[in-house]
C-alpha cells in the first residue's frame, strides 16, 4: 500500500483537520521538556482528557458511516462498535498516568483494526485507512513520547 499516494486522494477537508488535531497531542507529550515540573501533572491530564475525547470521536465516525449504509450487515456492527471507545475512553480516565495512556494506546490500536474490517466491509476509499492509520500511528507516537517525557523529566 502506498501511503503517500492514497493520502494525495484524502479530501483536504478530512485531512487538515486530521493533522491538526494530532497538534495537541504532541504539545501535551512534549510540553514536559520544556517546562517546570509544576506544569507537568496539567500536561499529562490534558493528554489523557484529549486523548479519551479523539478515541471517542472516532469511535463515533462508525456510527455516521453505518447511517449512511442502511441495511448492509455491517450497518448494525458498525452502530454496535460505535459505543465501544467511548466506554474505553472513559475507563483511561481513571488509572495514573502511565496505565492511562497505556490503555488509549490500547484502545486506538483496536480501533485502526475496526476501522480496516469495517472500512473493507463498506467499501471505504482507501485513503480513509491511509489516513487513520497515519493519525493513528501519530497519536500512538505521542503517548509513547508522553511516557518518555515523564521518565526523562520527572
Known amino acids: 500500500m502506498n501511503i503517500a499516494g492514497l493520502l494525495r486522494d484524502a479530501p483536504p477537508a478530512a485531512f487538515w483537520p486530521g493533522v491538526a488535531g494530532l497538534l495537541p497531542f504532541l504539545a501535551c507529550a ?5 517546562t517546570g515540573p509544576q506544569w507537568h501533572p496539567l500536561a499529562q491530564q490534558a493528554l489523557v482528557g484529549y486523548g479519551a475525547l479523539i478515541l471517542t470521536f472516532v469511535g463515533a465516525v462508525h456510527w455516521g458511516i453505518a447511517l449512511m449504509a442502511p441495511g448492509h450487515p455491517a450497518a448494525a456492527r458498525g452502530h454496535a462498535w ?7 475512553a472513559w475507563l483511561a480516565l481513571f488509572p495514573p498516568f502511565i496505565p492511562a495512556i497505556g490503555l488509549l494506546a490500547a484502545g486506538f490500536i483496536v480501533q485502526l483494526a475496526m476501522d480496516c474490517r469495517f ?20 497519536v500512538l ?11 526523562f523529566a520527572g
Open 30 to 34: 512534549l510540553l514536559p521538556l520544556v
Open 82 to 88: 460505535s459505543v465501544v471507545p467511548a466506554l474505553w
Open 119 to 138: 472500512a473493507a466491509a463498506l467499501r471505504l476509499p482507501a485513503w480513509y485507512l491511509a489516513l487513520r492509520l497515519v493519525l493513528t500511528a501519530g
Open 141 to 151: 507516537l505521542s503517548l509513547l513520547a508522553a511516557s518518555l517525557a515523564v521518565a
